[in-house]
Nanobody
């Protein structure tokens, strides 16, 4: 069983930055692919970014603005979000799959955090 706990959300003005963190339980964190997804009110959950051992994938809407990274010694994955826009407002979820291959498909991830709210004001 893997437990994920997100932190770092909050309220920020457009153009600002936030860094989300996701702490994971488990001894084999380095083997997991990790993903970030988000869900805005009235919309479906959508892919944001994912990372395997070193390879990364990003949604087109966040490329060049968001960066996913991981610290295996701390069992933590991060999402650095720069140049935030009001349309980035959503609940952000961390997810893990017990293979090192990242995907953009939420159904491929077996474990999910509780989510953290990010609100970007205009």
């Amino acid at each position: 069983q893997v437990q994920l706990v997100e932190s770092g959300g909050g309220l920020v003005q457009a153009g600002g930055s936030l860094r989300l963190s996701c702490a994971a339980s488990g001894r084999t964190f380095s083997w997991y692919a990790m993903g970030w997804f988000r869900q805005a009110p009235g919309k479906e959950r959508e892919f944001v970014a994912a990372m395997g051992w070193s390879n990364t994938d990003y949604a087109d809407s966040v490329k060049g603005r968001f960066t996913i990274s991981r610290d295996n010694a701390k069992n933590t994955v991060y999402l650095q979000m720069n140049s935030l826009k009001p349309e980035d407002t959503a609940v952000y979820y961390c997810a893990a799959r017990t293979t090192p291959i990242p995907t953009m498909i939420s159904g491929d991830y077996a474990y999910w955090g509780q989510g953290t709210q990010v609100t970007v004001s205009s």
